[in-house]
C-alpha cells in the first residue's frame, strides 16, 4: 500500500473513531456500533474500537459478546488498565467472578492507585462470599479515594454479613455525610441498626430512604419488620401495604404481613397472605412455616403439620422446628414417628444444634442437663443479653421493695388460679407490687381479682422488650418476677434489658432458662436437689416447704355430678388424668394400658381436646388389647365445675417426666389422691413436691414398674385408697401445701434476702 493510502486510510479512521465516539457519548449506541464495525473493516487492529465495542455491549447488556471485544483489545494492547477493568466488569456480569477478580488483580497491577478495580474486585469477592478479602479491597479502594461513597457503602454491606455491625454502621454514616441523598445506604444503615436493636433509630433512617426514594420498596418492607419488632403492629401493616402496592408478588412482605395479622390475631387473614406469597413461590419455606403457626393458632394441626413437614423436607435443620413438629404431633397423640424423632432432637440438642424450643424438650427426656442445653441455645439465639440500656445504678434502700410481676397469664389461666391469693396477701408494709401483662386482652372474672391486688396494674402488650424495660426502670422494679419463663407467649427479651437488678423465674416455666440475665430460680429441695445444682444457669432460692404457691379461694362447686352424666360406668374404678395432652408419652400411656387391663373393671377418664387425639389415643388403646370404650373424655368446663367432677375419679395417674402442676394440685384440693413417677428434672419432680408438702410421700414412686404396681395396688385395695383419701383430707387444710399465708411468708423472705444480698453487694 502506498505512503498516500495509508495516510488517507489513517485519517479516514480517525475521522470514524471521532464520529463513533460521539454518537456513543449521545447514547446512540447502535449507530455508534455500526461506525466502530466499519472502522474495524479498515484497520483489523484498531485497539479503541474493540476496547469500545466492548464498553457498549456492557451497556446494552450483551456481556458475553463485550468480554470477546474487550478480549480482542487486550489482545493487541494487554496492559491497558481500563479494558482489564471492563472486563472484569463483564465477566462479573457473567457470573465468572474468578477470572473477574484476576482481571481486576491485573489492571491493579498496570495501575496500582486504581480505586475503582479495587471497589469491584471487591464486589466480584462479595459475590463470592469471600468477605475478608472483599473488606480488604473497599479499604484499599477507600485509601485511594477517601471520599467514596460506594465503596463505604459496599464496604458496610460486607461488615454486616461478618457480623461486626458497629463497624458497619459507621462506614454507612461516612458514605451518607458525603452522599446525603444515598436512600440505599439509608435503607441498610436502618438494616444495621435492625441488628443492633435500635429500632426507632432504624425507623428513622428508612424514613429518610423513603422520602428521598418513594419508590424504593425495601425500605417500606425493612421499616414495617422494624415496626414490628416495637409491636407497633397496624402500623407494620400500613408499610406492608405500601410495598405490596409498589410490588405486588413481593413474597417476603407477603410473609411478614401475615406475620403482623397473626400478632393481632387477625388468623384467616394472616392465613391468606401466606398462601398468596406460597402461590407466587412455592418453595419459600418462611412462608410454609408461618402457615403453620397460624394454623396451630386455630387448632387446625393437621393442616399446620402438612406445612411444618414440608418446611423440613426442603431444610431439614430449619431452627427450632423439628421441635415444634413433635410437639404438636404429642398434641393430637400422633406417635407414629416419636421415637425416631426424639432420638433426633437429642442428638441434635446434644451436639449444640438448634433442634427444639426449650418448652418442647421438657416433655421427651428427663434430663435436666439437656434442658439446660437446650434453653442455653434458644436463649442466646433468640434473647441474648443486650446491655444498650447500660447498668442499672443502685438506689438507697427503700421503705418498701418494689416488686414486679410479669405475666401473659393475668386471666383465667393455670398460672393465675395458683397465684391470685399470693398477690391478695403480700405484705402491703413491706413491699409494692407493680403487674406488668402482655398477654392477650381479654375481660374475665379473674382480670378484676387481680387488677385489685396490685398497687399498678400496667398493659404492656404493645410495648416492645426495651420499652418495658425502660419503664420497669423508670418507676423503680427492684425484683423482676418472670412468671412466664419460657412458655407459650413467653417475654425473656424484656430481661435481656435488665428490667430490674435482681431478676427471678418463678412458677411459669418447669426448669432453667438458660440466660446469664436472670439471677434466680424459685425451688424446693424436693424438686431441685443438690446434685442437680449444676444444672441450673440461676441461683436457687430453696423455700422450706414446696416452691408452688397454691390460692384456697378456690371455689369447688357444689354442683353433683353423676358418673351417668360424666359418661362413667356406675361400678367401675376410676382412674384420670387432666394433662395437658403432649404430657402424655407413648411409655406412659403403654403403662396405664397395663394397669387397666389389670384391674379389670376399671377405666381412664382424660380431658377432651381436639378430635384427633382422641381417636389416636383409642387406637392407641386398641393395639395394647384394651377396649376404645374404656377411654372416656370429658369436655372443658369452668374451673369450679371442673374441681367438681374429681370427686367421680377414684386415682389420678401423673404423667412424666412431665408431671402435673396446677391439675395436681387441682387434684389434691379437690381431695383426689394422685400418683407420680418422680425423676430427676424439674418437670417430672413437681408433682412429688406437692405431695411431699402435703405430706403424702407413699404417693411418689421412682420406677416405672413401682407406678403401676401402686396404681393396681390402690385400685384393688379400697381400704388403703380409702386411708389414703383420710389423709388427705385431714391434711388439705393444716399441711403447708394450701397454707397460702405461710407460703408467702417464706417467698417474702426470699424476696428480702435477694435484696439484701444486692445491697450487701455480696454475690448471688
Avoid at 49 to 77: E, R
Avoid at 663 to 683: N, R
Wanted: proline share 4%; glycine share 4%.
Amino acid at each position: 500500500m502506498k505512503l498516500t493510502q495509508l495516510k488517507q486510510q489513517k485519517v479516514q479512521v480517525a475521522y470514524l473513531f471521532q464520529k463513533g465516539l460521539a454518537l456513543h457519548q449521545q447514547n446512540k449506541l447502535q449507530e455508534a456500533k455500526v461506525v466502530y464495525e466499519k472502522i474495524l473493516k479498515i484497520h483489523p487492529d484498531h485497539f479503541d474500537s474493540y476496547a469500545l465495542l466492548g464498553l457498549l455491549s456492557g451497556q446494552t447488556k450483551q456481556f458475553t459478546q463485550a468480554v470477546d471485544f474487550l478480549s480482542k483489545a487486550l489482545q493487541i494492547n494487554p496492559n491497558h488498565a481500563e479494558t482489564c477493568f471492563n472486563k472484569g466488569l463483564a465477566l462479573k456480569q457473567l457470573n465468572r467472578f474468578d477470572e473477574s477478580i484476576a482481571i481486576y488483580d491485573k489492571a491493579i497491577t498496570l495501575k496500582p492507585d486504581y480505586a475503582e478495580a479495587y471497589f469491584s474486585r471487591g464486589n466480584a469477592l462479595q459475590e463470592t462470599k469471600r468477605f475478608e478479602e472483599a473488606l480488604a479491597s473497599y479499604d484499599h479502594a477507600i485509601s485511594i479515594k477517601q471520599d467514596y461513597p460506594d465503596a463505604l457503602y459496599n464496604r458496610g454491606i460486607v461488615l454486616k454479613e461478618l457480623n461486626r455491625f458497629e463497624e458497619a454502621l459507621s462506614s454507612y454514616k461516612k458514605s451518607i455525610s458525603i452522599k446525603p441523598l444515598f436512600a440505599e445506604a439509608l435503607n441498610n444503615q436502618g438494616l444495621v441498626l435492625h441488628e443492633l436493636r435500635r429500632f426507632e433509630e432504624a425507623l428513622s433512617s428508612f424514613d429518610k430512604a423513603i422520602e428521598i426514594s418513594p419508590y424504593l420498596v425495601e425500605a417500606y418492607y425493612n421499616f414495617g419488620n422494624a415496626l414490628l419488632e416495637l409491636k407497633r403492629y397496624d402500623e407494620a401493616i400500613v408499610m406492608y401495604n405500601k410495598a405490596i402496592r409498589i410490588k405486588p408478588d413481593y413474597t417476603e412482605v407477603l410473609s411478614n404481613y401475615g406475620n403482623a395479622l397473626l400478632e393481632l390475631r387477625r388468623y384467616e387473614e394472616a392465613i391468606a397472605s401466606y398462601k398468596k406469597a406460597i402461590r407466587i413461590k412455592p418453595d419459600f419455606i418462611d412462608a410454609h412455616y408461618n402457615l403453620g403457626n397460624a394454623l396451630i393458632k386455630l387448632k387446625r394441626y393437621d393442616e399446620a403439620l402438612k406445612s411444618y413437614r414440608k418446611v423440613l423436607e426442603v431444610k431439614p435443620d430449619y431452627k427450632f422446628l423439628i421441635g415444634l413438629l413433635q410437639y404438636f404431633e404429642m398434641v393430637i397423640c400422633d406417635w407414629e414417628n416419636f421415637e425416631k424423632q426424639k432420638n433426633l432432637i437429642l442428638q441434635k440438642t446434644h451436639a449444640k444444634e438448634k433442634a427444639s424450643e426449650p418448652f418442647n424438650i421438657i416433655t421427651l427426656t428427663d434430663a435436666p442437663s439437656t434442658h439446660r442445653v437446650c434453653s442455653e441455645i434458644w436463649c442466646q439465639e433468640i434473647f441474648p443479653s443486650n446491655i444498650s440500656l447500660g447498668p442499672i445504678y443502685k438506689s438507697p434502700r427503700k421503705k418498701k421493695i418494689i416488686l414486679g410481676y410479669y405475666s401473659a397469664d393475668f386471666r383465667n389461666h393455670a398460672i393465675s388460679f395458683l397465684i391470685a391469693e399470693l398477690f391478695e396477701i403480700h405484705d402491703g408494709e413491706q413491699f409494692e407490687l407493680i403487674a406488668f401483662s402482655f398477654g392477650p386482652d381479654v375481660k374475665d372474672e379473674m382480670l378484676p381479682r387481680l387488677s385489685k391486688a396490685f398497687d399498678q396494674f400496667i398493659d404492656v402488650r404493645n410495648k416492645s422488650n426495651q420499652e418495658v424495660a425502660i419503664l420497669s426502670r423508670k418507676v423503680g422494679i427492684d425484683i423482676a418476677i418472670d412468671l412466664v419463663g419460657l412458655t407459650g407467649d413467653c417475654r425473656p427479651g424484656i430481661f435481656s434489658f435488665r428490667a430490674a437488678p435482681i431478676q427471678v423465674n418463678y412458677l411459669g416455666y418447669p426448669g432453667t432458662m438458660g440466660a446469664n440475665f436472670i439471677d434466680y430460680i424459685i425451688a424446693d429441695h424436693t424438686l431441685i436437689p443438690d446434685k442437680s445444682q449444676e444444672f441450673y444457669a440461676e441461683k436457687i432460692i430453696y423455700l422450706p416447704n414446696t416452691y408452688q404457691v397454691n390460692d384456697r379461694k378456690k371455689i369447688i362447686s357444689d354442683k353433683q355430678f353423676s358418673r351417668t352424666e360424666l359418661g362413667l360406668p356406675e361400678d367401675s374404678f376410676v382412674f384420670c388424668c387432666f394433662n395437658n395432652n403432649h404430657k402424655i408419652l407413648p411409655t406412659t400411656f403403654i403403662g396405664w394400658m397395663r394397669i387397666l387391663k389389670t384391674v379389670k373393671s376399671s377405666v381412664m377418664l382424660l380431658l377432651e381436646d381436639n378430635s384427633w387425639s382422641e381417636v389416636n389415643l383409642k387406637r392407641e388403646a386398641e393395639k395394647q388389647g384394651v377396649e376404645a370404650s374404656r377411654l372416656i373424655f370429658v369436655k372443658r368446663t369452668s374451673l369450679t365445675e371442673h374441681l367438681a367432677r374429681h370427686r367421680q375419679a377414684d386415682l389420678f395417674l401423673d404423667t412424666f417426666p412431665y408431671n402435673a402442676h396446677t391439675t395436681a394440685s387441682d387434684a389434691l384440693w379437690a381431695g383426689l389422691p394422685l400418683l407420680t413417677l418422680m425423676g430427676e428434672s424439674f418437670a417430672s419432680r413437681v408433682a412429688a413436691s406437692l405431695l411431699t408438702a402435703i405430706d403424702l410421700p407413699e404417693l411418689i414412686t421412682t420406677t416405672q414398674e413401682d407406678y403401676e404396681s401402686l396404681a393396681i395396688e390402690l385400685a384393688t385395695n379400697p381400704a388403703k385408697l380409702k386411708a389414703i383419701k383420710t389423709k388427705l383430707e385431714s391434711n388439705r387444710l393444716t399441711a403447708p401445701l394450701f397454707d397460702t399465708p405461710r407460703f408467702t411468708k417464706h417467698l417474702e423472705e426470699a424476696y428480702i434476702s435477694m435484696y439484701e444480698r444486692y445491697h450487701a453487694d455480696l454475690p448471688l
